[in-house]
């Protein structure tokens, strides 16, 4: 009667176990597709990103030789505000952004 006793016991351990792990692989495999479908959306856009790179290369060079055409002042601190900088030197780095020597 004890042994019954304790089969039974060990059974219903096993069974909750099993549960228990069952529940486990299934939030692991929700959680896994959520995390697919995020890689998923990052790859298209540096795929779409990569197309458009050679359009914005030809669009900053046609704004840039347009400024120094021009030579629009307003432009040309827009383009340098966004590290681009037309004709001329580039503007003297502050001391807090000049690399520092070792």
Do not use: H, W
């Not at 629009?72 to 004709?87: C, H, N, S, T, Y």
Request: aromatic content about 4%; hydrophobic content about 40%.
């Amino acid at each position: 009667m004890i042994i019954e006793f304790l089969k039974q016991q060990i059974l219903i351990l096993l069974g909750t176990a099993t549960l228990l792990l069952a529940s486990c692989d299934i939030m692991l495999s929700i959680s896994n597709r959520q995390v697919q479908q995020d890689i998923n959306t990052r790859q298209q856009y540096i795929q779409q990103s990569q197309q458009l790179e050679p359009i914005y290369r030809e669009l900053i060079s046609a704004l840039a030789n347009f400024t120094e055409n021009k030579d629009d002042k307003q432009l040309r601190e827009i383009l340098g505000a966004q590290g681009i900088f037309v004709g001329g030197p580039q503007p003297a780095q502050s001391p807090k952004e000049q690399p520092k020597a070792k």
